[in-house]
C-alpha cells in the first residue's frame, strides 16, 4: 500500500505510525512479542553495550528521534537517529526521495532535513529502553570552516543521552560536507567533538564513530583508518550512500528522472564491502567496525561479520521488506552462526579465511 505513493509520502505515514505507536506502551508491547525474543547466541557486547543483536538501524529514517522506541520494538538492537545538525533546517527541496524498485535501490538528496540538536535533545532525554546513536551533521548555512564549532554545539547537546555518537562526514547532499573526510580537515573535527563529549559526559564513556563514503580512494580508506587509531576513535560506520551509479539495471530516463543524490540499496552491497574489508586489514579488531550499505538478508549481515563488521545496519531493505525485516534477519543470522557451528556471533567476526562461509 505504502508503494502506492509516493516515496517521501510513504516515509511520512510509515513514521507517523511509529512515532504514535513510540507512545503507546500496550502497542510497543505486542510489537515486541510480534518480533520475537531474540536468540541469545546473537547477543554481542561492543562499544561498551550489551546489545541483544549485531542488528541496528542506519540513520536517516528516525532523523529527529521521533520513533526509536517502535523501531527498537520490531527487533533492532540499536537505532541511530539523524543526521542532527546544530541548526533546524527543511532540507532540499521535493521531489527529494526515489524509488529504483527493479534495483531494490533509493536515491535521496534529503539534504539533513531535521529539527536541530535542541529538539532531538528534548526527546532523548526522557527515559528509554532502546539503545539510540546519534549521528550528527554540519547545519548547510554553516561553512567547512566554521564545521567544527558547528559539530561541537551538536555533540554538547546530544552526547549526554547518547548510547554512541557519530560523526558523519559522508552525506553527498551537503554540499562540500565529503571534503571533511580529507585528514587535514578531519583531525581538528575530531579532537573538538571528543572533547566536547568528553566535557558534557564525563562519567560515562559515549563512544565516538565516524561515518564514511564508499566513494573513497583506497588511499584516503587508509588515511582515515590512520588517523581514527592515531586520536582514538572507537569505530567506523561503512558506508553512506554513493555518487555512483554503475550496474543498475532500472531503465536509463528512470534513474534520470531521480536527479542527484545518494544512491542506497543492493547496488552499494559490493562497495561497501570492499571498503569494509579495507578498513580490516588495516585497523584488525582494534576498532569497531560497523558495515552498512546494501544488506538485504541474513546472509549478507553474516558476510559483512565474516569480513570484520562487528555490528551491522539496514536502511533500504526495511523500505522494501517491511517491517518484518529484522525479524528474519536475526533469525537467518542465527542459522548462520549455529551452523558454522560458533557459541556466538562475537565468535564469527573476522573470521573469513578460518570459517567456510
Ligand atoms: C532516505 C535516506 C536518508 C538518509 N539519511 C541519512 C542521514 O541523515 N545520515 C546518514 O548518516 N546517513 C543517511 N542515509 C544513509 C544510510 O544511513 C545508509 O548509510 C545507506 O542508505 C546505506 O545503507 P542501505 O543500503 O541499507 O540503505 C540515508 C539513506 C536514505 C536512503
Known amino acids: 500500500m505504502l508503494f502506492a505513493l509516493s516515496a517521501e509520502n510513504a516515509h511520512r505515514l510509515g513514521m507517523a505510525c511509529l512515532r504514535v505507536a513510540s507512545a503507546l506502551p500496550l502497542v510497543l508491547g505486542v510489537l515486541r512479542r ?11 557486547r561492543a562499544l561498551g553495550l550489551d546489545l541483544s543483536s549485531p542488528l541496528g538501524l542506519a540513520a536517516g529514517l528516525d532523523k529527529d ?60 532525554a526522557k527515559p528509554r529502553t532502546t539503545l539510540v546513536g546519534v549521528n550528527i551533521g554540519r547545519s548547510k548555512l554553516t561553512p567547512n570552516e566554521a564545521a567544527v564549532a558547528d559539530y561541537v554545539q551538536s555533540a554538547e547537546r546530544l ?52 561515518k564514511v563514503a564508499p566513494d573513497l580512494a583506497d588511499a584516503d580508506v587508509d588515511a582515515i583508518a590512520d588517523l581514527a587509531l592515531e586520536l582514538k576513535v572507537d569505530g567506523i560506520i561503512a558506508t553512506n550512500t ?10 536509463a530516463s528512470d534513474i534520470e528522472g531521480c536527479g542527484a543524490g545518494g544512491l542506497s540499496g543492493a547496488p552499494l552491497k559490493e562497495r561497501s564491502m570492499a571498503v569494509l574489508r579495507r578498513l580490516r586489514a588495516k585497523v584488525g579488531d582494534k ?9 538485504e538478508t541474513g546472509e549478507d549481515a553474516w558476510q559483512r561479520i565474516l569480513a570484520g563488521a562487528t555490528l551491522v545496519q539496514v536502511y533500504s531493505a526495511l523500505i522494501y521488506a517491511g517491517p518484518s525485516l529484522p525479524r528474519r534477519i536475526r533469525r537467518e543470522l542465527a542459522d548462520r552462526v549455529r ?19
Do not use: C, K
Not at 34 to 44: K, M, Y
Not at 170 to 191: F, K
Not at 287 to 295: D, N, R, T
Open 287 to 295: 576498532l569497531v567496525l560497523v558495515a552498512v550499505g546494501g544488506i
Open 34 to 44: 510480534w518480533s520475537g525474543a531474540t536468540e541469545p547466541l546473537l547477543r554481542i
Open 65 to 124: 528521534a521521533e520513533a526509536f522506541e517502535a523501531l527498537g520494538a520490531l527487533g533492532f538492537a540499536f537505532v541511530e537517529i539523524g543526521t542532527v545538525t546544530a541548526l533546524a533546517q527543511p532540507g532540499n527541496a521535493r521531489p527529494r526521495l526515489f524509488r529504483l524498485p527493479i534495483d531494490r535501490a533509493l536515491i535521496n538528496r534529503m539534504g539533513f532535513n531535521n529539527h536541530g540538536a535542541q529538539a532531538a535533545h528534548a526527546r532523548l
Open 339 to 357: 551452523s558454522a557451528g560458533l557459541p556466538n556471533v562475537s565468535a564469527a567476526i573476522g573470521e573469513r579465511d578460518n570459517l567456510r562461509a
Open 242 to 251: 554513493t555518487l555512483s551509479r554503475d550496474g543498475l539495471l532500472s531503465s
Open 159 to 210: 552526547a549526554p543521552h547518547a548510547d554512541y555518537m557519530v560523526i558523519n562526514v559522508s552525506s553527498p547532499n551537503t554540499p562540500s560536507l565529503r571534503d571533511l573526510q580529507a585528514v587535514e580537515q578531519l583531525r581538528p573535527l575530531i579532537v573538538g567533538v571528543q572533547a566536547a563529549v568528553r566535557r558534557v559526559a564525563p562519567s560515562r564513556n559515549v563512544p565516538l564513530l565516524l
